[in-house]
Every structure is written in structure tokens, then in C-alpha cells.
């Protein structure tokens, strides 16, 4: 019998778990902290051998092959003595696309991945087809393979996810973008971080199809240097193009072999440059898929987003407070930043991840009229920052930052939450940070 151990048992872990005992593996789950009672009970319930607070180095050395959370970096002692030891280290959804031959739709990219996978499902599932949605998102992906063995899946996928495959191969692969992002974990180098994200493509043949951002001057550099199997299907604001997507003065034109859509991007539920381009990368894939262009365009109108993406909360007093939270660089700052209209009060900060500040600041000057640094430490905000605006404050706390925020914002000002950081110095994670915010707002 194959020992598995999975090291981090969290969603995808337990997910893991669960998969290996149903194909017989001997299971043995690992966790660094402690693990959440549900996880606990579900482990408890299926007989499956775990331990927390610690990770037993005589036991995960004998193991066969090793699942990682994507948390636990490949540089980790543990995982750097797993390897020199040749035991085979794969992340959960390599693991799980072992066990299934559904049609696979993997999404990755620095940002704008969430929110083109939960569109995505969104139009696919009013479409009737089986679909699942896992990954960063939704429950595990191999849980779900354990228990509903959906037709399709929409996945997405972080570079972390994509540095543990080794066969995974989706039918479609979408890049959304790449900008400079976990920097910290990729040796401070950028090219490195790249190449994972197109990790995505490794198996891929020229039967697969990668729709990315050909305006995008990463991906399309990366692309002209380097040769990808899959067939490659753009999407642009800027161009026009005989396959793919692309803006044709207000209408969004989708060309796929002889089929064309046309979608008014006025009709677009979601605001914002970067949502047209995400309304086109999931729309590109829906008609690849032969999804009545009726349905595509109905869902692109009532589709409002997901929670902490330029989250509307609250109007008080004629001040609209905006939960940007999922905002975790830079470029997504950049975003946020971008499609406010009237001056803002910016909430920023927390855990910085190798950042460079200077493309926020045509917006810092023409849009934000104070800023409210939310982290542990803020000095590289202050060094970045001080000087243009009238007002920058700092405070540990959320509720400390919206009351402020409360002060100063006037009749038709915007308070945005877009930390452009992680949230790990003060908040469990962006959700919780999210949350906070709104609570805050709600109290005010």
C-alpha cells in the first residue's frame, strides 16, 4: 500500500485525504498549527491517522509521495529534505486530476483570477452544464472528486498551486495577467515568478487553448521568447484581432473560428477596465464551449461580483465605503484606485510583499485626498506617500482606521479599503480584514 502524507490540513488538504483513502493510499495528514475541529471530524470519521502542532519527520520521510499545502514554501527544510530524498512532492491539484477525466478550465494570474472563475461558473451553471469550482476558491477540488465527479471543473489557480504539478493539464488555460506579485517567495525575482505562472501551459498541447491578455506586455514578451503548445486565443482593449476578444468602440466582440458575439459593455454589470477584460476572458470560454450567446450575455449583465473585490458596503452621509480587501498588490490597488471617480479616501497597508508604489502615484495625486495606513509597519508607506497627500494617518486597528476615515470623507467622497499588501500582520487573511471593514462601517 503507497503511503501518502499531506503536509497542511486545511480544505485542500483534508480534500487530499479524503481522495487518497478512497483510492487506497495509507493516509497520514501533517499540520505545522492546529487544525480546525471540522477538519478534525472529518478526518476522525474516515479513520484517517493526523497529527497537529508539529510535523514528525521519521513519519513524512517514509512516505511514497507527499501533497503540500501551497502555504508551506518549497524552500521549507521539511519539504527541501523530502526532495533530496526523491520523494515526489505535488500539490493538491495534481493529485486530484490523477482521479478525474473531467474537462478541466484552469484560471490563473496576478489578479482578476477570482473574480473570471466565479464568472465563469456563473455563466456555465446557468448554461445547466455539470460544472464544479475549485482551487482558491470554493471547496477542495479533491473532495469534490471524492464526492460529485462533476463533467467540468473551473479552477483557480494560485502560482503556488501551479509550482506543484507535474502532469495536470487543463483543456483551457487562462493567464488574466502578471504583474509583481509574492515576490518574497520567488527569490525576489520576477522571472521566476513568471515561469510559474505559466506552469499552467507545461502539458498542454496545441488540442488545448490559453486565452490570456495580449495587451499584457509580460505575457506577450514571455510568449514571443518562448514556445507554448497550446493553441493561443487573445483578448484585448486596444486591438483588434481575427481570434479572441476585443473592444470595438463600446461593444465587446468575442470571434471564435466562425461564430462571433457582440456584448455592450454599457449592459456590463461590473465597473472598471480590468472587468471588461475579466468579461472577456470568461466569455471567451463560453463560446469555445458553445454556450448559447444569449445565456453569456444575460450573465455578463447580472453577474455583481465577489465579496472584498471593490465591494460596495455602505452609503452614510452621502460617502460610499468600498471592501477592496482581496486587493493584496499592488496592480490590484492599481485597479481600485483607477475606476474611482470622485476623491478618496484611501485605506492601506499591512504585510508588504517586496512592493514598488510608484504607478499608484498619478492616482495618489489626482484621486486621494488622505490616506489611513493600516499595518504593523508603515514606514515604507509614509517614505512612499508622505508628501502627497494633506493627510496620513496610521492605526493598528480597523475600527480606529473607518472612524477616521468617517472624519474626514465629505458628501460624494469614496472610503477605499485597497490594502495592496497581505494581511497576515494583523488579520488571519483578506477575508477576515474584509470583514472587519464592514463590520466597522456598519457600526459607524
Known amino acids: 500500500m503507497e503511503r501518502l502524507v499531506i503536509l497542511g490540513g486545511g480544505e485542500s488538504g483534508v480534500g487530499a485525504a479524503l481522495l487518497g483513502k478512497k483510492h487506497g493510499f495509507d493516509v497520514f495528514v501533517s499540520d505545522g498549527g492546529p487544525l480546525r475541529e471540522k477538519y478534525k471530524e472529518v478526518l476522525v470519521q474516515n479513520e484517517i491517522e493526523w497529527e497537529e502542532n508539529q510535523h514528525s519527520g521519521d513519519v513524512i520521510l517514509g512516505a511514497d509521495v507527499v501533497v503540500k499545502s501551497p502555504g508551506i514554501s518549497d524552500t521549507a527544510k521539511l519539504v527541501m529534505q523530502l526532495k533530496s530524498n526523491d520523494i515526489s512532492v505535488i500539490s493538491e491539484i495534481e493529485f486530484a486530476s490523477k482521479f478525474t477525466n473531467s474537462n478541466i478550465i484552469g484560471i490563473t494570474g496576478s489578479n482578476g483570477k477570482t473574480t473570471t472563475t466565479s464568472l465563469l461558473h456563473h455563466i456555465l451553471s446557468a448554461s445547466g452544464m455539470s460544472i464544479g469550482i475549485a482551487g482558491n476558491i470554493g471547496h477542495s477540488f479533491a473532495k469534490q472528486v471524492v464526492e460529485n465527479s462533476y463533467k467540468n471543473y473551473v479552477l483557480e489557480l494560485s502560482s503556488f498551486q501551479l509550482d506543484g504539478i507535474q502532469e495536470f493539464r487543463p483543456n483551457i488555460a487562462i ?35 490559453l486565452i490570456y491578455d495580449g495587451d499584457d506586455p509580460v505575457i506577450v514578451d514571455y510568449l514571443s521568447k518562448h514556445k507554448i503548445q497550446s493553441t493561443l486565443v487573445p483578448f484585448s482593449l486596444v486591438k483588434s484581432l481575427e481570434q479572441g476578444a476585443f473592444l470595438d468602440k463600446e461593444n465587446i466582440i468575442i470571434k471564435i473560428d466562425n461564430s462571433q458575439t457582440i456584448m455592450p459593455t454599457a449592459n456590463l454589470a461590473l465597473e472598471g477596465k480590468h472587468n471588461i477584460k475579466n468579461a472577456m476572458a470568461a466569455a471567451t470560454v463560453a463560446q469555445l464551449l458553445k454556450i448559447r450567446k444569449h445565456t453569456i450575455r444575460e450573465c455578463l449583465e447580472n453577474f455583481h461580483g465577489v465579496e472584498h473585490r471593490l465591494e460596495h458596503v455602505l452609503k452614510i452621509n452621502k460617502v460610499h465605503y468600498i471592501n477592496d480587501s482581496k486587493a493584496t498588490n499592488v496592480n490590484a490597488t492599481y485597479y481600485a484606485l483607477e475606476s474611482m471617480e470622485s476623491p478618496t479616501v484611501w485605506i492601506v497597508g ?11 502615484y498619478p492616482f495618489i495625486n489626482e484621486k486621494v485626498k488622505a490616506i489611513i495606513c493600516l499595518g504593523v509597519d508603515n514606514k515604507k508607506l509614509f517614505e512612499n506617500f508622505g508628501n502627497m497627500v494633506d493627510i496620513i494617518v496610521e492605526t493598528q486597528f480597523m475600527s480606529e482606521a473607518v472612524k477616521i476615515a468617517y472624519k474626514i470623507a465629505e458628501a460624494d467622497d469614496n472610503v477605499l479599503l485597497s490594502p495592496a499588501c497581505a494581511s497576515f500582520d494583523l488579520f488571519k487573511n483578506y477575508e477576515d480584514r474584509g470583514r472587519q471593514f464592514k463590520d466597522a462601517v456598519r457600526q459607524l
Open 175 to 209: 493567464i488574466t495577467n502578471i504583474t509583481p506579485d509574492h515576490l518574497d517567495r520567488y527569490d525576489n525575482n520576477f522571472e521566476n515568478y513568471i515561469k510559474s505562472k505559466f506552469r499552467i501551459t507545461l502539458n498542454q498541447t496545441n488540442e488545448d487553448i
Open 350 to 360: 499591512g504585510e508588504d510583499k517586496g512592493n514598488n508604489y510608484e504607478e499608484l
